[in-house]
Nanobody, 113 residues
């Protein structure tokens, strides 16, 4: 499945963004979904994962600032709430289903003063 990521933008340090991950007809409640970040010239880095039961895991650098959750009402999206953003959070963010090799276009997050 190729997901569509959205919600990125240019923000100042300390501000927030909410990224969305969508795919028409996809049952998000039944999947393991992860977010990754890629900075130009570097490999994609894992950011966070949500599993079918709702448990989440985060890379250390975003713990306490990012929250990953499903749209429980519609089961049509997964969201990454990003608070207290820092310049090092800058990059293109992608969501992907576990064990998939398909990537979407990503959404660019730029944190700069």
């Amino acid at each position: 499945v190729k997901f569509v990521e959205s919600g990125g933008g240019l923000v100042r340090p300390g501000e927030s963004l909410r990224l969305s991950c969508r795919a028409p007809g996809f049952a998000f409640s039944e999947a393991i979904i992860s977010w990754y970040r890629q900075v130009p010239g570097q490999a994609r880095q894992w950011v966070a994962t949500i599993v079918p039961g709702g448990d989440t895991r985060y890379t250390d650098s975003v713990k306490g600032r990012f929250t990953l959750y499903r749209d429980v009402a519609t089961n049509a999206a997964v969201y990454l709430q990003m608070d207290n953003l820092k310049p090092e959070d800058t990059g293109v963010y992608y969501c992907q289903e576990y064990d998939s090799t398909t990537w979407g276009e990503g959404t660019l997050v730029t944190v700069s003063s």
